[in-house]
């Protein structure tokens, strides 16, 4: 799990044009794994439809 977090930050950090990974690319890309994570626990509970 810490090393898709740590490409995702790697993505983010590029698309905003940084040579390194901040903390701020960091904490969205926790952010945006976290959000994932209850998508996908919804949808098997069955509360969420597929998209």
């Not at 898709?4 to 969205?28: H, P, Q, S, V, Y």
Request: proline content about 2%; cysteine-free.
């Amino acid at each position: 799990m810490r090393t898709k977090i740590i490409r995702l930050a790697r993505t983010i950090a590029d698309l905003a044009g940084t040579g390194d990974i901040t903390d701020e690319a960091l904490w969205k890309a926790l952010t945006f794994r976290r959000m994932n994570e209850g998508r996908k626990e919804r949808n098997v509970e069955g509360t969420m439809p597929d998209t």
